[in-house]
């Protein structure tokens, strides 16, 4: 299942026509301690780029974007009530959303895993 | 969420190593006095007033008759004063020392402004007395509006929102109303990385999209990239200036120039009026609305001690949309005030609507006009000339110890920021912060603004001694070096603070903010704790 990352420090996970969206280890790390994730319900339309969550830790609340275009169609329940869930399992168990892809040539341009560490090493 | 306490639970007291000796009855140490929870001290049989029994009579009030007892605490007026007294012993106050809370402009609030608010004229009036009772008053109301005008180069006032992102609200909503009378519909509102986060808040309050615009290198706007991001979309565009990166925005003009020339309108967020005031007139700049925080440059109480004030100044193509009621001065040289009413004879048929039921914040308005009034033009201009002077000391003092990402975009004003880089691995701005509670400092302001990683924003103002600022300087030379160095002594900061490291994530978790446990006898203070982990 190929993995993909944004440069807003977003992962997405692709299988077949839907997709699973986090945020990633060196996102909760600067973001600290996560203390609420607000999720987008199931049938939200998230755009590419767009604002689809939000995570707020206790330095900051920061909005989480969509990876690409398409319809939710779960989200993590678990967040809502153990949002440290996303500090000690970011890119696993604290997965935000899953969703159905709209447009799969979306994603050419995200990064891989290796591009993406490379991204976070220039930081 | 907001789960009652009622196991009586609070974060345990210092501990280990610091607070030497033995273990007190009382919990207190010598003058530093534990306090319970006023629910914990009173029992519901005191009261500090002594009223007749009221006669027996009917109840028309059925099935609303209260059946419980309410709980509310019964306490003696000693024992109030005491319990708020020994409360207010726990907490930093600018009446205590430098707070240098960046963003926040914490000054001094000078004791004449108190006088002049106490006067009987100012202080027991009621905004629906008769006006003709309350003609020294409105002079004052008028007189300041007057000095806002001026000092701000703008058109009018509006002298009504309660405070800054009220202010703001006020500015979005003139801006939207004249978009309206030319029958143009705006969307979208751009807001510059480098701007205060109410600014998106507000644009989004109000009904419009907002889209970022990048900072440069130096941390100010990058004019191009707002350049190209302007069109008939765009109703306005909030810049804050000086920005949260304590940088004047020396593109202001060429950019309220760009936004104009594309039909759209300035926004200025005034918040850090306070360095530039009697230097520079945002209406010289372009700007179409500001606000002023007047709890912030002209010193009026905030931060707990105090409403905020947040008069909005417009320029002349948005003052005939400003909101209702404002003061005029008539030809017959009193001052009137222009409601619904009478909106049309001051050609002010058009305004928006209203920010309150009344006229604005009385009490804030007598302490700005004194503040001001006592300054005079030149104080004005000394008070931003003194606060820049003070954040430039600050800032050089301290960059060889303490990574300054702007340092190199030249002077700052009125606030010196700092990154947390060059810290040892695992070390913090919040370990930092921390420490300088243990050197009696309030910490500065922290991971704000965010385009700086760990950032540290610290706002002296003029209030400051060069001998305050030393020492200040040396306290935080010594926490900066400390974590530089590692000393894992900073991670377990602060020592001596009565309660010692607080768990800050649980508090956002799982907060506890309402108490629902049995009132003990009074004068029996119950100090049930179930330690800090």
Known sequence: MPRYFTDEHEWIDVDGDTATVGITAYAQEQLGDIVFVELPPSGTEVAKGKDAAVVESVKAASDVYAPITGEVTEANGALEDDPALVNSSPEDAGWFFKLTIADKSELDGLMDAAAYKAFCDSL | ????????????????????????????????????????????????????EPQESATRLGSFVRKDEIGLPGLSEPETVRHYTRLSRQNYAIDLGLFPLGSCTM??????????????????????????????????????????????????????PKAGAHGELCGILCIRAALEARGDAREVILVPESAHGTNPATAAFAG????????????????????????????????????????????????????????????????????????????????????????????????????????????????????????????????????????????????????????????????????????GADGLKQVAEDAVLNANYILRSLEDVLDAPFGPSGPCMHEALFSDKGFADGFSTLDLAKALIDEGYHPMTMYFP??????????????????????????????????RAGDESLKTAPHFAPRRRLDETLAARKPVLAFDGPCTPGGTPQLSEQGGS
């Open chain 2, 1 to 52: 969420m907001n789960a009652p306490n009622k196991s009586g639970w609070k974060p345990a007291m210092t501990e280990g190593g610091t607070a030497d000796g033995p273990a007190t009855v009382t919990g207190n140490r010598a003058l530093m006095l534990e306090e319970p929870l006023i629910f914990e001290i009173g029992t519901t049989g005191t009261t500090g007033v002594d009223l007749p």
């Open chain 2, 107 to 160: 000054k001094h609030n000078p004791r004449l402004n108190e006088k002049v608010a106490r006067m009987p004229g100012f202080l027991d009036v009621h905004p629906l007395q008769p006006v003709d009772t309350v003609r020294g008053a409105l002079e004052v109301v008028n007189e300041l509006a007057h000095w806002l005008i001026e000092l701000t180069g703008m058109h009018g006032v509006a002298m009504t």
């Open chain 2, 208 to 375: 419009y999209r907002v889209e970022d615009i990048p900072a440069t290198k130096e941390g100010r706007v990058d004019l191009e990239a707002l350049k190209a991001r302007l069109g008939p979309d765009v109703a306005a565009v909030m810049i804050t200036n000086p920005n949260t990166c304590g940088l004047f925005e020396r593109d202001m003009k060429a950019i309220s120039d760009a936004v104009h020339a594309a039909g759209a309108f300035v926004y200025c967020d005034g918040a850090n009026f306070n360095a530039i005031v009697g230097k520079v007139r945002p209406g010289d700049l372009g700007v179409d609305a500001m606000h002023i925080n007047l709890h912030k440059t002209f010193s009026t109480p905030h931060g707990g001690g105090g409403p905020g004030s947040g008069p909005v100044v417009l320029s002349e193509a948005l003052a005939p949309f400003g909101p209702l009621p404002f003061t005029a001065r008539m030809a017959d040289g009193t001052v009137q005030l222009v409601e619904e009413e009478n909106a049309a004879e001051h050609d002010h048929a058009r305004a928006f609507g209203r920010m309150s039921a009344f006229h604005g914040q009385m009490g804030m308005f007598t302490r700005a006009l004194t503040y001001i009034l006592s300054h």
């Open chain 2, 450 to 483: 965010l385009v700086v990683h760990g950032a540290m924003l610290v706002e002296p103002t003029e209030t400051e001694s060069k001998a305050g600022i030393d020492q200040f300087v040396a306290a935080l030379r010594s926490v900066a070096e400390r974590a």
